[in-house]
């Protein structure tokens, strides 16, 4: 399944932002919209809304509640958006709170510490979901996969940034899994869900082309070893 995703940070590091850090870390939410107002694209409004025309989508954000959280800035995305597109914005569906991967952007812990959710799907009903930036699409792929597990549909996912500014292929592809499956003589293909618990079908395009520059079983299991005794 290949779900639209949109990044609208044309091309700039997002930390660079004076008001990211408020937004991030410290609930600027005043902040926040700023970054909203000058990242979001019309383009990408307009894409968005013919994903959603005529389905009345909920916007879902990756998010733990607000008080257990500083950041700002992913809920106010959602919030944003569902308010420029008369949408409804979710307030069932939370991140459960377990180690912090927003600021670590190493692959490997974040492969081996895949977010977990929590909270009520509404069947049947079309969600957009919403973050504030994509490093390997892993929280979105995992988010996606609760909803639609439990009965939702997402139609489209989107970010205000991402590490390329640009739009990125979330959905693994056909080739990259062919060759993921024949990495190292085929262990990999075994390997992973045996050491991360799902198959290796679910990763994400970027989390499959990271695996697979790496040159061997032996530096897959560094990685994982070290991403589960570095700390947090």
Known sequence: MNVPWQGNNGGFGIADHPAYWPAKKKRDVRAAIALCDELVTEENLEYLYDLGYGTDPIVAVPAVTIHETQNALARTYGQWLATKMNWSLDSKIYQTKTINRDFNTDGWFRIVNE???????????????????????????????????????????????????????????????????????????????????????????????????????????????GARNGGD
């Open 115 to 225: 977010p977990a959710y929590y909270g009520k799907v509404e069947p049947g009903r079309p969600y957009i979901i919403a973050d504030d930036v994509c490093a390997m699409g892993g929280t979105l792929a995992s988010l996606r996969g609760y909803i639609e597990t439990n009965g939702g549909k997402v139609l489209g996912m989107t970010v205000l940034a991402s590490g390329s500014g640009k739009n990125v292929q979330i959905s693994l592809v056909g080739d990259t899994f062919a060759r993921l499956t024949t990495a190292w003589n085929g262990e990999l293909i075994g390997a992973y869900p045996q050491e991360i618990g799902h198959e290796l079908e679910s990763v994400t395009e970027p989390e499959g082309q990271f695996l697979l520059r790496c040159p061997s079983y032996d530096g897959f299991r560094a990685g994982i070893d």
